[in-house]
């Protein structure tokens, strides 16, 4: 992999094909059902919960400590790996999901309704 690729220069495509490939290589599509990858989405999100139980992490006490970072980000990592591989499975195009979402949150959560910063609708 180039360890040169971050966020702001690489695409979806990209993760969608090194995924892909990587499951390919093992033969892991037999065990990529879309109901064990959303169970293993599960339980990477309670992995990486757990990196947070019993204690109370800032943001300044997470990025002064290189093993936490690291240890959130593995986690984060893990949970989006089968994310992608869960789009592979169902070729799900990502962009036009999130389009598509955005426009009905954008409906479902009106900025009149939202502007001063409330989460509920009194």
Do not use: C
Not at 9 to 17: G, L, R, V
Not at 86 to 112: E, G, H, M
Request: hydrophobic share 40%; proline share 1%.
């Amino acid at each position: 992999m180039n360890s040169k690729l971050e966020d702001n220069n690489t695409t979806i495509s990209y993760f969608k094909e090194e995924i892909e490939r990587f499951v390919k290589e093992r033969k892991w599509a037999r065990f990529h059902k879309p109901k064990d990858l959303i169970q293993a989405i599960g339980i990477e999100v309670s992995e990486l919960s757990e990196l947070f139980l019993f204690n109370d992490l800032s943001l300044d006490a997470i990025h002064n400590d290189k093993e936490i970072l690291e240890n959130i980000s593995d986690e984060i990592a893990d949970v989006f790996i089968y994310l992608i591989s869960l789009l592979n499975s169902l070729n799900v195009d990502l962009t036009s999901a999130f389009i598509r979402k955005l426009k009905k949150n954008k409906a479902k959560y009106t900025i009149d309704e939202f502007s001063d910063g409330s989460y509920h609708k009194l």
